[in-house]
C-alpha cells in the first residue's frame, strides 16, 4: 500500500548517514550541497520526460540548456568545444584518449601509443589509457609528493617517438597545487604529445586556473562533484569533456547516426536529464559566487589542517605549508606503533555521527579529507572535534590503559542493540560507546550494523533471494 511503501522509503532514509545528517569529507569525491533548487527541476516532465532520441525541433529546451553550459563550461575552463556523451569522469577520460588517439592518426602519427600517468593518479586514468588501447608507463612522485620532474623528463625524452599523451590531475590527488604543471605540459608538447588533465578537481580552480590555459588540450568535468549533481551508491553522473580547437573536430559523435564512428555512450547527450542540476548552480552562483564556492573549499581544507596538523602528520603540503582543496592524513605511525588501524578510526567516526573520509587512496593506510565549501565553520570544529577526541581514544592504547583489541576503536561502530545488551564485557563504558565527547544523545546517529569482514564481503557474493522452491509454492 501506500501507506507502507512510505514507510519503507522512510525506514531507508534513517538508516541512511547522508549529507541531511553529516559533512561527507570524502576525499576526490566532492561531495558538496546539493540544493533543492537546483534538483526540483529535473522533475519536470519538460526534463524528464524527453526521450533522448526525440527530434530536435522538439528539443528546443534541451539545446538552449546544453549551449549555455557548453558556453559556460568553456568560459571555466578555457576550452573551446565540449561533449556530453560521457557519463562520468571515466567515460570522459576514454572519450578525451579516443580524441587524442584520432588526432595523432589524422596527422599521420599513428605509433604514437604511449600514454604518461604519474603514480599520483586516480585508477581510472591507468584504465582509461588501457582500454584506448594504449601503453601506460607510470612517472615516479617524489618525497613530497608532486611529479618527479627528471623522471618526467627522462620519460618523455624515452618515448619521443611514440608519445601520446600524459595525464595529469590538478590540483593533483595528493592534496596539492603541483607547481611545475605549465613546464611539464611543455615539455609533452615539445615531445609531440598531448596533455590530458584529468579535471575531477575543478573545485579547486573553478574562477581561479584554467586547464586550457596552462598547458591542457582536453579534460573531463565531473558535473556529479563541482557541479552539484548528487553522487555516491552508483546514481548517474556527467563526465562532459571540454577540448581545444584541433581536438574539437575528434569529439564523439551522434550513436544514432550511421556516419559516426565513435560514441561512448548510447545517447547523443549522456544523462541529459540532470543537466539542469549544473545549469542551475552555475546560474545561480554567477561568476563571483562560483570563485568564492573555490575560495571557500580551499579554505576549509586549510582549516581542518591548521586544527588537525598537531594530532596527525599532513602527507603533503605545497611549498608554502598549505594544501588544496583536501589533505591526506597520515594514520600509518599510529598503525606501527600501537596497531589502531585506518578502519579502526574510520568506523569510530560513525559513533560519533560522521561519515568517514576516503580511506586508503591514494596512499594506503591514510584518510583523505575533503570538507567543500558547503561545510560552516560550526560543521568543521565538530569534525575535529571529532577527530580530536578519537586521537584521545587511540593515546589510551598508547598509554597501555587497553589493547588496541579491547579498545573502543576496534569495536566501533557500536549499534543500539549492542550497547542496551544484557551482556556488556568491554573495559570501556556504554556511554562512552555510544555517546563519546560532542555527540548529543537527542540528535544520536545509531548505526545499523556493527562491524562487519570488509575483504570476506567484497570476495564472497551472498545471495539473498529466494530460492527457486519458494517461487515455485
Ligand atoms: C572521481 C575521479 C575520477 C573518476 O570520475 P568518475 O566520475 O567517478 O568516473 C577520475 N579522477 C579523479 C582524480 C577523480 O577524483
Redesign the pocket.
Known sequence: SETDMLRYLRRLSDKDLALDRTMIPLG??TMKLNATVEMLPITWPGFCDLHPYAPADQAQGYQSLLADLERWLCAISGYDAMSFQPN????G?YAGLLAIRAYHRARGQGERNVCLIPASA?G??PASAQMAGMNVVVVKCDDEGNIDLEDMQAKVMAHAADLSAVMI?YPS?HGVFEENMRAICDMVHAAGGQVYV?G??MNAQVGLARPADYGGDVSHF?L??TFCIPHGGGGP?M?PIGVRAHLAPFLPGNPADAAVDVAVSAAQFGSASILPISWAYIRLMGDEGLKRATQVAILNANYIVSRLSDAYPVLYRGAKGRVAHECILDLRPIKDNVGVTVDDMAKRLVDYGFHAPTVSFPVAGTFMIEPTESEGKAELDRFCDAMLAIREEVRAVEQGTVTAEQSVLRHAPHTGAAVTAEVWEHPYSRQQACFPPGVNPATKYWPNVARIDNVYGDRNLVCSCPDIAEWME
Open positions: 576526490s569525491c562520468s569522469g571515466a567515460q577520460e586516480h581510472t586514468n590531475t590527488t584529468d575531477a578537481n565531473n556529479h562533484k553522473g563526465g
